[in-house]
């Protein structure tokens, strides 16, 4: 049992997350904090916070008693190309404000997501290693890169406890993401599921590693359970869930929706697709702490279909 604080809790994980976290520890010790509350009310409290104002932070941490942050605050590939200074400060800034916090000891353990955005066109594509070259395109991918090397500078010059998966694109049913370059997936469940045509900004042969939210949560969870003296990785651990592209995806949600149609005109995010892993290997994560993920590609977009609202927002449709 913790005190937790979720920063970033209305966004497309962390609002997701809350309700795994209270499954986990009971509502009476989880906070949620954010710019604005999450649209789907959790029952958890909420806190204002803006996690670059360092001072609203730590009273936020030592007003609710809390040991354990996820820091899930950013801003993603696509968008971030929009606002390179914006992510940078955003990104990296509220990182260090978080592993400040815990070098001082008010909080005991951080997570902080990394992403397949660290790799880059010079990193193995296929079967991505743990280590490799890591050279990104995007301002998102050297914000992800430069808070691995913080998460594993905290820890060995501080014994800071924080730990990090580099999530592939996530696909989630409660909040619409913002911005990512992996987010093609999810609007295409949202078109299918409103029995319109799919406009696909990637090609249909751009394979990517996916997850749905289920196994996020729970390597989530269980990496932040993991006992210290298991985690040979200091910086971001490779997880992986299944890689498919935007016409095997299209194919399978056809078995749900015959008639569904997609067509592709490919943009500048086809470019960030293509410097990103095809597949990964996270072997390290399975054998350290024992990751495994539940659902395989079928499963996933069977999940999907099930679990996406009818409702949603239409991408760019700007509600
Ligand atoms: N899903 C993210 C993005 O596409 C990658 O971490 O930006």
Known sequence: MHRVLVIGASGQIGSELVDALVDAHGAANVVAGDLRAAATPSAV?????????????REVVAQ??????????????????????QTWTLNVNALLNVLELAREGRVARVFWPSSIAAFGPRSQRDDTPQATVMDPGTMYGVTKVAGE??????????????????????????????GGTTDYAIEMFQAAKRGEPYRCFLGPDTRLPMIGMPDVLRATLELMEADAAQLGVHASYNLAASSFTPAELHAAIRRFAPGFEVTYAPD???????????TIDDGEARSDWGWRPQFDFEGLVAHMWEAIPRDWPLPGSGS
Not at 45 to 52: A, E, G, I, K, R
């Open 45 to 57: 409290q909420f806190v204002t916070l803006d996690t670059l104002d360092a001072a609203r932070l």
């Open 149 to 178: 090397r913080l998460c594993e500078y905290y820890f060995r010059r501080f014994g800071v406890d924080v730990r990090s998966v580099r999530y592939p694109g996530v696909l989630g049913s409660r909040t619409p993401p913002g």
């Open 268 to 278: 500048f995010r086809q470019a960030i697709a293509d410097s990103w892993p095809r």
């Open 64 to 85: 609710h008693r809390i040991d354990h942050v996820y820091q899930l605050a950013a801003l993603l590939s696509a968008v971030g190309e929009a606002a390179p200074l």
